[in-house]
């Protein structure tokens, strides 16, 4: 298993300090949940049904012609190297880990690509998988460019697989509408903008003949009953997605002062978090979790993620802690 944020309760233990102590900033997930609807209990009595209106949602919200829900993108991740036979995948990189591991766990030949090297590679690849916004660099690319790299996988019978898991506040960048392409794929998480990973779900945008492959393997009442009403609730709240927005793009720029206040000026971001390449990566991290404070640590690259704070005693811990460290480390 791959090491991820979120690991709270293995931090506990690490340094001693009680789980409710702590001020996690560590997964890249809005911090505000979306308030949960009433939930009948035929919901949890009964097998989910698949035509509740939760695809629907979805569509509308998405702006795309057809989605499968899945329990998490992290579940299509896996089951998308199912649907092809053995070749070459690039992964552009460094991004989320679990894309070049399922394809390599499944005998790809993977190669992980940096941005700049894509054009070059790109006609001796079977897939291209792309996150965009990129975790966790933060780096966002047009819909202008996807399509093009999409339109020269596509004419060797390729796949672009684009991981939309940051998109949610910046839908004009989406390539949902086009994701009926043959041999486009488009992967939305819903945890991360609407605060709710615990729920587990996710939705795949393509056409309709890999989506029902891709359903064959998911296999049948993947997503529960009670999930697929949070669903449908959140997708539908327009009033709440604008509110989503405005106070996590507010909280990802007052994070990138904070950051640059104490001479840590990240080197990407978007609306939910902010990265740090820095030598004091791995200080800062031990340095912020003795206070109770967890990030996001990436070794290979000495790299910091950011996540964000939601109230006004989160931003004064984590000035505060910056400022301690600052005195420590100047």
């Not at 359903?215 to 697929?228: C, N």
């Not at 949070?230 to 720029?253: I, K, M, N, Y």
Request: with cysteine; proline share 5%.
């Amino acid at each position: 298993m791959l090491e991820h944020g979120g690991r709270l309760r293995k931090a506990a233990e690490q340094y001693g300090i009680a789980e409710d102590a702590w001020l996690d900033l560590s997964s890249g997930l809005a911090p505000w949940p979306f308030p949960l609807p009433p939930i009948a209990l035929r919901a949890w009595a009964r097998l989910p049904e698949t035509d509740d209106g939760l695809e629907q949602a979805a569509r509308e919200y998405y702006g795309a012609s057809e989605v499968l829900p899945v329990a998490g993108s992290q579940a299509a991740i896996q089951l998308l190297p199912r649907l092809r036979r053995a070749g070459k995948v690039g992964v552009l990189s460094p991004c989320y880990a679990e894309h070049a591991e399922a394809w390599r766990r499944s005998g790809y030949r993977v190669r992980e690509v940096l941005e700049q090297e894509v054009d070059f590679f790109l006609d001796s690849l079977d897939v291209l998988v792309v996150v965009n916004p990129n975790n966790p660099t933060g780096l966002s690319l047009t819909p202008e460019r996807l399509l093009d790299w999409h339109a020269r996988l596509a004419q060797r019978g390729g796949w672009l697989v684009v991981d939309e898991a940051f998109m949610d506040n910046t839908p004009h960048l989406s390539l949902a509408r086009h994701a009926h392409q043959v041999g486009l794929i488009v992967l939305r998480s819903f945890g991360k903008f609407f605060g709710l990973a615990g729920v587990r779900l996710g939705f795949v945008l393509a056409e309709r003949r890999l989506l029902k492959l891709l359903a064959e393997q998911v296999g049948p009442w993947a997503v529960s009953g009670p999930t697929r009403v949070v669903g449908q609730a959140c997708l539908r709240d327009t009033q709440g997605h604008a509110r989503q927005r405005l106070r996590s793009e507010a909280a990802s720029e007052r994070l990138v002062e904070v950051l640059e206040r104490h001479g840590l000026k990240p080197q990407g971001g978007c609306a939910l978090f902010q990265w740090l390449i820095s030598a004091e990566a791995e200080s800062l991290y031990h340095f912020m979790a003795r206070r109770g404070i967890l990030l996001r640590l990436f070794t290979h690259n000495s790299s910091l993620r950011f996540g964000l704070p939601a109230e006004e005693a989160d931003w004064d811990r984590l000035e505060q802690a910056l400022q301690a460290y600052r005195k420590e480390y100047p």
